[in-house]
């Protein structure tokens, strides 16, 4: 499984890490790991089927930059 970190994840997403923060914690993006330093990070597949979820709803998720 590839891996992303938070900022790798949010610029796939075209967002900031804040937005991407609240999709965590609402549970739209699974977290894979947390490193001991508090880094996230995530497998590239949950990504990309978040991102296709995201043009299929018209973006709604979306808060921007």
């Known amino acids: 499984v ?3 970190t938070t900022g790798q ?3 796939y997403l075209d967002v900031s890490i804040c937005p991407l923060r609240e ?3 609402k549970g739209y993006i699974p977290v894979v790991m ?6 996230l990070k995530f497998a590239e597949e ?3 089927a978040f ?3 995201m043009e299929q709803d018209g973006d709604i998720l ?4």
């Not at 947390?34 to 880094?39: F, I, L, M, S």
């Open 2 to 4: 590839e891996m992303m």
């Open 9 to 11: 994840a949010a610029s």
């Open 23 to 25: 999709w965590v914690k």
């Open 34 to 39: 947390k490193t001991p330093t508090g880094y």
């Open 46 to 48: 949950d990504v990309e």
């Open 51 to 53: 991102r296709k979820k």
């Open 62 to 65: 979306t808060t921007g930059k």
